[in-house]
């Protein structure tokens, strides 16, 4: 089996719920916002996730490897 570290269990969790507001949020921000500010909204938290994510993989990824070669 592989073993996964909790920090990329967390890092994945936080993928997922990032995805989740934005889906919900594009369909479901019609009452509280005009189209105009919903599509605002939306691309900034793409845009977010879409610099964000990949750092932070890269960051966890970077520093295990960095752990394991300091064990050995």
């Not at 909204?41 to 964000?52: E, K, M, P, S, T």
């Amino acid at each position: 089996m592989i073993k996964i570290s909790i920090s990329y269990k967390l890092a994945f969790v936080l993928v997922i719920i990032w995805f989740v507001v934005i889906v919900y949020g594009f369909h479901n921000f019609d009452t509280a916002l005009s189209q105009d500010a919903k599509f605002a909204y939306i691309l900034v938290l793409a845009a977010l996730g879409i610099i964000f994510f990949p750092i932070l993989f890269l960051i966890i990824f970077f520093v295990r490897r960095l752990k394991d070669r300091k064990k050995t």
